[in-house]
């Protein structure tokens, strides 16, 4: 398929899905979907149209929690990043896990340091933080409050 088709297959078969579409250079589109969509067309993109699962990104945008999923198909170098935007009341999102195993960290890594949950994830244990950071303390939301004042974070969490 070329880009023009993948986008056009993107656009009709989940029409109803997709938010908006910002078509930012001939390499890269991102694509907001409804959050309950993901698995659907993450797994068309994945299965589907192969492409390779890159890495996936959070950020507290003061109103909202914000996921970017980015997916490469290396055939015709198109950089697909599915945004999700979460409201901060409710901030559960199934997990890709079951799907690829490559969303596994990356997934433990947005729960432990944004509080994000992936329903349906094997194993949500921590990844980088210390055994003694206290539960419910989120280091990269934006209204973190430094816990322990002792530490001195000069140096990253």
Known sequence: MTRVEVLKDLMHRF???IVDVSDKSPNRVYIEIKPQALIKI????????????????????????????HFTIEDIDLLISLRVRLPK???????????????????????ELLGIDFA??????RLLLSDD???GVYPLRTDYQEWDKSAIRDRGV
């Open 120 to 125: 349906g994830h094997p194993d949500l244990r």
């Open 15 to 17: 029409k109803e899905e």
């Open 42 to 69: 993450a797994c068309h993109i994945f299965k589907d149209l192969g492409a390779r699962f890159n890495i996936a990104s959070g950020s507290d945008l003061r109103y909202h929690m914000e996921i970017l999923y």
């Open 133 to 135: 950071w206290p539960a």
């Open 89 to 111: 009341s409710k901030l559960v999102i199934d997990s890709l896990c079951p799907y690829f195993a490559a969303a596994n960290w990356i997934e433990r890594e947005m729960h």
